[in-house]
């Protein structure tokens, strides 16, 4: 366990804050997953890299981590406010395909995209249509404490039976109903009201729909986290993050929906990242169909897909990220930078061990733990690979910094390792040099430079570059 005090930002109280879990050593951390009727955009994919980061920073701090997501297959409409289409059934209209493939098909791509990231999977993945009877049940007690109406589409939830609505969200009351009346529903009580169960149209088939004690219907989208969440977490209602953009309602209406449902409090720390935004400052947003996938904006052109983990590493998660092809070009290089250090102090090491230096630990743990500082814990890891401390002791510590950076440095030596005959005249060459036997050293590289690479001493010791 690490001793040092890990502060995280917390919405719901808007300050830093100590994260203390509520079991000992066990955190439970929630993360709404992907809507999967299309690709995740990069946008997406930004929230998901602070939310590893996260539980990387967790797990460093020596906690162990439960962590749930869940991926929403059914039920998310393309109005906020609980008109429009379903998200699923529109994205197989389009495709052609039914619902259940779309869904099928966009959580592998999504599953194939966090796996290119390094982000580790959750220990439970959810799926909004396995959970249907648990938010049933939720639905039922919110009609038996009396926080539900009925209208002519659906089961509703009114937010005015909930004395603390606007609790995370901070916003002003009269201001949200007035913004709410831009897609008004006559038969709700309330503008921010909220649908729990949406009632199949009388004489429409849709391909996904269940029977309910209310009729045939669907689940309306925020019920699933709230049921998920208090169903695999119970006890441990630690952590739930997301996106900037679910403050306002998605999370607002878990609140509401779970405290009112249990008289308990429902997570004690919300956490969320900020957008990615393209130049001109305009997010980007799957319904825009503006979006990068990592898929054509990475992969197809070549580039390694930790270079966007990187390149998410330079701005920290709640601020906005401006995405361009110079700052990919700037991470490019800057990742590349890094791994060449690591290959450097890899072969300065040659296969010697050492401990992971304390004090450059605590500087970078430091960081991470003021609120997930990755930018200034980056600077700590530059700091410390040109410090004067021994390769094998920078070796060892970058090795431990990886493990919440998740760039796989522990590969970069693989990918370049040097040829056996120029190890060997490398090795042969430091021992020269830590006898001062400066002729035998000379030897050794022109010996070197004719196998095609370039010795650089320089103050933190010995390079090799290939030409
Ligand atoms: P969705 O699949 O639309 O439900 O979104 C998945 C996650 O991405 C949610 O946590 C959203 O809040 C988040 N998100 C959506 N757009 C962006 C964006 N442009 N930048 C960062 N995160 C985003
Ligand atoms: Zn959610």
């Given at each position: 366990m690490s001793f040092m005090k890990l502060l995280l930002y917390n919405s719901l109280n808007r300050r830093k804050e100590e994260f203390i879990p509520t079991q000992k050593q066990q955190v439970g951390l929630y993360t709404c997953g992907p809507t999967v009727y299309n690709f995740a955009h990069i946008g997406n994919l930004r929230t998901y890299i602070f939310e590893d980061i996260l539980k990387r920073v967790l797990l460093y701090n020596g906690y162990r981590v439960k962590h749930v997501m869940n991926i929403?297959?059914?039920?998310?409409?393309?109005?906020?406010?609980?008109?429009?289409?379903?998200k699923m059934e529109k994205g197989a209209a389009r495709e052609g395909r039914s619902a259940w493939e779309i869904a099928e098909f966009y959580t592998r791509a999504f599953k194939a995209d966090i796996a290119r990231l390094n982000i580790i999977e959750p220990d439970i993945w959810v799926k909004a249509t396995d959970t249907i009877e648990d938010q049933i049940t939720l639905i039922q007690t919110l009609e038996e404490k009396g926080y539900t109406y009925q209208t002519g589409d659906g089961i509703y939830f009114d937010?005015?039976?909930?004395?603390?609505?606007?609790?995370?969200?901070?916003?002003?009351i009269e201001s949200l109903q007035e913004g709410a009346r831009?897609?008004?529903?006559?038969?709700?009580?309330?503008?921010?009201d909220f649908a729990l169960w949406k009632f199949s149209p009388k004489d429409v088939r849709r391909q996904m729909e269940w029977n309910s004690p209310w009729g045939i219907g669907f689940p309306g989208w925020h019920i699933e986290c709230s049921a998920m969440s208090m169903k695999f977490l119970d006890n441990q209602l630690d952590i739930h993050c997301g996106g900037t953009d679910h403050i306002d309602v998605h999370h607002t209406n878990e609140i509401a929906q779970s405290e009112a449902a249990t008289g308990k409090k429902f997570f004690n720390f919300w956490m969320h990242g900020a957008f990615l935004i393209i130049a001109g400052g305009k997010k980007m947003a799957k319904s825009e169909e503006n979006f990068l996938t990592l898929e054509n904006a990475f992969v197809k052109a070549g580039i390694n897909p930790l270079v966007y983990r990187f390149a998410a590493f330079?701005?920290?998660?709640r601020k906005p990220m401006e995405y361009s092809s110079e700052s990919v070009q700037a991470a490019r290089n800057g990742l590349q930078h890094l791994q060449n250090q690591v290959r450097q102090v890899t072969q300065g090491a040659a296969g010697r061990t050492a401990a992971v230096n304390e004090a450059f630990k605590s500087k970078f743990l430091a960081e991470i733990n003021d609120d997930l500082s990755m930018p200034r814990a980056m600077a700590v890891v530059q700091e410390m690979l040109k410090s004067t401390m021994a390769d094998a002791e920078k070796l060892a510590t970058i090795l431990s910094f990886d493990t919440v950076l998740?760039?796989?440095?522990?590969?970069v030596d693989k990918t370049g390792a040097l040829p056996p005959a120029v190890q060997k005249l490398f090795e042969d060459r430091q021992a020269a040099r830590s006898a001062k036997d400066w002729t035998a050293s000379d030897r050794l590289r022109d010996a070197i430079q004719e196998l095609g690479y370039t010795v650089q001493d320089t103050k933190e010791g010995m390079k090799i570059i290939k030409n």
């Open positions: 929403t297959d059914v039920g998310h409409l393309t109005g906020d406010r609980d008109m429009g289409e379903d937010t005015s039976k909930f004395a603390d609505y606007t609790k995370l969200s901070h916003q002003n831009v897609e008004k529903n006559p038969e709700k009580r309330n503008p921010t330079q701005t920290h998660y998740g760039l796989e440095l522990d590969q």
